[in-house]
Nanobody, 122 residues
């Protein structure tokens, strides 16, 4: 299974970015997907997850109302629309694929992609 994240970059505070994560290797529509991020000197943290249907979503409190996760099962791609970006959103963003249709913290992420850097300037 391969996951390729893209769409990161440098943006001013208040701006927007859209991350994409294209996957291959197994039936994309069978699995939950998620976005996580890791800032310098910090542990990787949960950002958002979406179930296999694209209906059930969950967000970290820090991004609720600003970020939107979505998926296109026909394109084997998951997205993260990030609006009203803040300097504290600066991190490497990783997409991950779960081991089942609904994301479970206990089961976690089975496959990770390489990250994409997001830098928000003040």
């Amino acid at each position: 299974v391969q996951l390729q994240a893209s769409g990161g970059g440098l943006v001013q505070a208040g701006g927007s970015l859209r991350l994409s994560c294209a996957t291959s290797g197994r039936t994309f529509s069978n699995y939950a997907m998620g976005w996580f991020r890791q800032a310098p000197g910090k542990d990787r943290e949960f950002v958002a997850t979406i179930d296999w249907r694209g209906i059930d979503t969950n967000y970290a409190d820090s991004v609720k109302g600003r970020f939107t996760i979505s998926r296109d099962n026909a394109k084997n791609t998951v997205y993260l629309q990030m609006n009203s970006l803040k300097p504290e959103d600066t991190a490497v963003y990783y997409c991950g694929q779960g081991s089942q249709g609904y994301y479970s913290p206990l089961a976690g992420i089975e496959y990770w992609g390489k990250g994409t850097q997001v830098t928000v300037s003040s």
